[in-house]
Structure formats: C-alpha cells, structure tokens
C-alpha cells in the first residue's frame, strides 16, 4: 500500500497501516504556524503527522486536518500524553483534552510520552491506554522514550504489547539493544529526532560522500537510512522546501556498502533528555 508519493506503510502488531514516514511538528508553534506547515505537508504528499499534548500545537493540527479536504481515514494522527497526566483517571481526561484540540474522535496511535520513572506511574497509564483502546478510540497504543528495563516491566504486568515504541534514532545514536528488543517483541521501532536535529550529523563526511554520490541532500540520505533499516520516522521542518525534499526519498536506495557505512559512524551521542533521568513534569 502506498500514497501519491509512494511512502510505504509499516504493519503495527494489532495491523494496522502505519505510514513509514510522518511530518514531526515539535516546536512549529503557535497553532496557525503548526495548521499552515501541516498545510504543506499534506500538499507535499505527507499523510501522518506526529504531535503531542506539550507541544501545544494540536489545535493547530487540527486546523489543518479540517482544512486539507482529506478523509478522515487517509490521514495517521499521532500524540502523546504528557508527564504530569499520567495516572489512570487523569489519562483518560488528558485524552479526551486532546481529541478536542485535535477536532477528531479518534486518533491513530497515542503514547505514554516518557516512562517519567521518578513517578512510577507509567504502570496505571498504560491500564487507561489499554481501556481506550478497548473502547476503540485509538486505533493503536504505544510508548515513547521506553529504555529495555520499562519496556519489559510493562510487558510483566499489561494484556496490551506496544505497537510503538519513539525513541531518538540517527547515525549518531542507533539504539543497537532497543532495535533488537524491538524486533524481538514486534514493536515497531519509530526514530525521533531523526535527523539528529539539523545538528553535526548533516555535515558529516560519510553522509556528505554518500549524498554527493547520489546526487541527494545530507538529510536525504540519513532518512533514506532509516526506511531501509524498518525504522517509521518523523523529521520535523518549518520550510516548505525542506519539507518537500524529507519526502523526496521513495525513488532511490543506499547500497549495502552505504548502509554499513552509516553504521560505522554511531557515536552514542544523545541530543534529548536520558529517559531514565527525565522527570520534567511542568
Ligand atoms: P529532526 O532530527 O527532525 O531535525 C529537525 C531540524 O533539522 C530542523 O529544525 C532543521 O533545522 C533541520 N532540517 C530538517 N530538514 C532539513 C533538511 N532537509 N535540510 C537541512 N536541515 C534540515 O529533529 P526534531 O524536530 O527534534 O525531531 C523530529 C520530530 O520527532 C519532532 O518534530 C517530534 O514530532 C518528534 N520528537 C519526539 C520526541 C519524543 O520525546 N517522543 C522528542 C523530540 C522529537
């Protein structure tokens, strides 16, 4: 199955279709900059958008699903809950706050955004999760920034496997024992910041030759990467051409050499907060 630009879809383990490649809007705020970049990703053949409860843009992205003139079923709507909204009651609130912000009554996949352990209440979300999904408001839970040890103690105690799990992901951090995990308990890998956050990695001499070997853009050829490994991916851009050229990436391929190459040049280096140690819960 694929859309007009030929981004391929991944097959979560409850089946549903997942668009390999979504438009991620952290920080494209406020809501009528998030509704007019939605805009022109959906124009650019964008059909999955990735935003979440602390981004204060869902009303935004709401704008620009009503604005788009798609159907509801041909567009992939991701967020997330946020720390201080776990617990079971305060979930189901926090989801219901986000539907309507969103102007849907669905949404494709919701996570728990980070297992915030210093609170230890990511046990008791999932529960709500897990009733939402039951009561078929979300077409599919996950998780996000979930290391091994929460992912497994989760697992212990929940009915639901996660169909997700967002983790940051580039060939700077290539998240060996997690992309393992995953495939080992058939949760789909989803990579954030995959572009390294228009950082370093973009100027880095092995993407360089790659790119100038192909006659592709630095970002291109990172998020070509992470299609070929499986990965779903969400680079974010607030410039249409940029946002044009993320998509820009189902008619060509890294050879094996370019693949090895990239695995070459992790480097463990991590731009985001260690979920371990993230208890920010503004
Ligand atoms: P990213 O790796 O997508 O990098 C984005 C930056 O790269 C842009 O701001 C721009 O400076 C640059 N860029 C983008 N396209 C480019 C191009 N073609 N050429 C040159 N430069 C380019 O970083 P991100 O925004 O941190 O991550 C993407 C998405 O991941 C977010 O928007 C959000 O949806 C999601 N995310 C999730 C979490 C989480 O905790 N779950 C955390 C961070 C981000």
Redesign the pocket.
């Known amino acids: 199955m694929a859309n007009e630009m030929n981004v391929p879809t991944v097959k979560l383990n409850n089946g549903v279709e997942m668009p390999q490649l979504g438009f991620?809007?952290?920080?494209i705020v406020p809501d009528d900059r998030a509704a007019a970049m939605v805009g022109v990703a959906f124009d650019a053949g964008y059909r999955a958008v990735?935003?979440?409860k602390i981004y204060t843009n869902e009303g935004g992205v709401g704008t620009a699903i009503a604005a788009s003139g798609l159907r509801r079923d041909e567009i992939f709507v991701t967020t997330?809950l946020w720390n201080n909204q776990q617990g079971y009651d305060t979930t189901l609130a926090a989801f219901d706050q986000s539907l309507g912000k969103l102007g849907l009554d669905y949404v494709d996949l919701y996570?728990v955004?980070?297992p915030a352990p210093i609170n230890d209440r990511y046990l008791e979300t999932w529960r709500a999760f897990e009733r939402l999904y039951a009561d078929q408001r979300v077409r599919a839970i996950g998780v996000?920034?979930f290391e091994p040890h929460h992912l497994r103690r989760l697992l212990d105690s929940s009915n639901v496997v996660p169909a997700v799990n967002?983790i940051?992901f580039?060939p700077y951090l290539q998240q060996h024992e997690l992309f393992e995990l995953h495939n080992e308990l058939g949760i789909a890998t989803e990579a954030?910041?995959?572009?390294?956050?228009?950082g370093p990695l973009?100027k880095d001499v092995v993407i360089g030759a790659i790119a100038a070997k192909l006659g592709r853009?630095p970002?291109q050829v990172i998020l070509r990467w992470h299609i070929q490994l499986g990965n779903l991916v969400?680079?974010?851009?607030?410039t249409e051409s940029?946002i044009r050229?993320?998509i820009a990436l189902f008619d060509f391929e890294l050879s094996k050499e370019d693949m090895e190459d990239i695995k070459g040049i992790h480097r463990g280096v991590r731009y985001?907060q260690h979920p371990n140690d993230f208890i920010d819960d503004f």
């Open positions: 991620g809007v952290w920080q990735d935003t979440a997330k996570l955004h980070w996000s920034n967002q940051e580039h954030w910041s995959p572009l390294g956050q228009g973009l853009s970002a969400v680079p974010k851009s607030a940029r050229e993320n985001g």
